[in-house]
């Protein structure tokens, strides 16, 4: 279905199935290549993919490893038990997501608490669109700065090569950034978080993962945590532009669908034992990331990043337990991305 040409991403046809009201009406005010079909998708996401190639990412690992290495400092030199959401999980993919924009991390409390509201279930369309204006408007003036005073960073390029030219408006490139930020930031977090919740609960799992000095295996075991686990619940939404046939199911033109991604996750078929966590699985053609076309740009970026946490926090800090126990703790169901609001955790 993610690669049938007869199937749009178009948000804006009738029939697309939106995720909730206030995501509707959010993306009739900023579409993004994300939501479009190509050219349009190809020319929007060709202006980002240079930053988010394998080698690119790659190099930044260094820094992202230094980053990580100082939250675990801080986390051990601090009280416990820790929230490791707001000591590790949340402050990793932001520092990284921020820096790679250019966007300050002075402000990460204003983005953080605008890109809950974008991400809640249960927000309005009046709230949901008052916050993105919100974070396009803060966005906007950014991209004037950094038009005048460019840097090193993302949105600086964006400005000179798009905005500058006349080719793309502030607003244009601010939901560009808009949608890179909240996404950049919102599911590695929760993936960290999650993931530590899953080790936890397989302790044979993790005390291999924690013993292994092998790239490779830890490489293996983000992909199979990001199988097992697949954030996004609500699926990918889809919408027919003619009549075809899926697995024997007549779709007619305009009706939507959704690609539910995590239930593929767990397809025996693919993955025999698939509600297991098996670090040793061969996971790498699971569709966490979605598929075809419109797949996560951001991959390359969110496996170093997991690859580095998963490697270094329970390592160094091999006593890491959850402080209350699993049962107790609260789950994202109100939210697009999956996840805990809180891991309270003792070592």
Not at 113 to 137: H, M, Q, W, Y
Not at 249 to 263: K, M, P, S
Request: proline fraction near 6%.
């Amino acid at each position: 279905m993610l690669r049938d040409p007869r199937v749009s991403a178009d948000s804006d046809r009738p029939g697309y199935p939106h995720v909730t009201p206030g995501i509707a009406a959010r993306r009739r005010r900023a579409k993004t290549f994300i939501n479009q079909d190509d050219p349009g998708h190809a020319a929007g996401r060709r202006l980002l993919t240079a930053d988010f190639t394998v080698r690119r990412v790659e190099a930044l690992r260094p820094r992202i490893q230094r980053i990580v290495d100082e939250l675990v400092d801080d986390l051990l030199a601090g009280p416990q038990p820790a929230d490791l959401v707001e000591a590790l999980a949340l402050p990793v993919p932001s520092l990284v997501i921020c820096e790679l924009l250019g966007v300050p991390y002075a402000d990460r409390a204003f983005f953080h608490g605008i890109s809950k509201l974008l991400v809640s279930r249960d927000a309005t369309p009046e709230a949901s669109v008052a916050a993105a204006e919100e974070l396009l408007d803060y966005l906007g003036g950014l991209v004037e700065r950094k038009a005048a005073d460019p840097g090193d960073d993302l949105l600086s390029r964006l400005a000179v090569a798009q905005f500058r030219t006349g080719k793309l408006t502030r607003r244009e490139i601010a939901a560009m950034g808009q949608l890179l930020l909240v996404a950049g930031h919102e599911t590695t977090a929760n993936m960290i978080a999650l993931g530590t919740v899953a080790l936890l609960t397989h302790p044979g799992q993790l005390a291999e993962l924690r013993a292994s000095e092998d790239p490779e295996f830890v490489a293996n075991a983000v992909e199979e945590l990001l199988r097992y686990l697949t954030i996004v619940h609500s699926g990918r939404r889809r919408v027919a532009t003619e009549d075809l046939e899926l697995g024997g199911q007549l779709i007619r033109a305009g009706e939507g669908l959704i690609a539910a991604t995590d239930a593929a996750n767990r397809d025996e078929t693919a993955f025999p034992g698939a509600d297991s966590l098996d670090l040793h699985r061969a996971a790498r053609h699971h569709v966490a990331f979605g598929y075809g076309v419109h797949q996560c740009l951001g991959q390359p970026l969110a496996r170093v990043e997991l690859q580095v946490v998963y490697g270094t926090l329970y390592r160094r800090v091999p006593t890491l337990a959850l402080a209350v126990p699993a049962g107790e703790l609260r789950y994202k169901h109100d939210m697009l991305v999956h996840g805990v609001h809180e891991l309270p955790v003792t070592w």
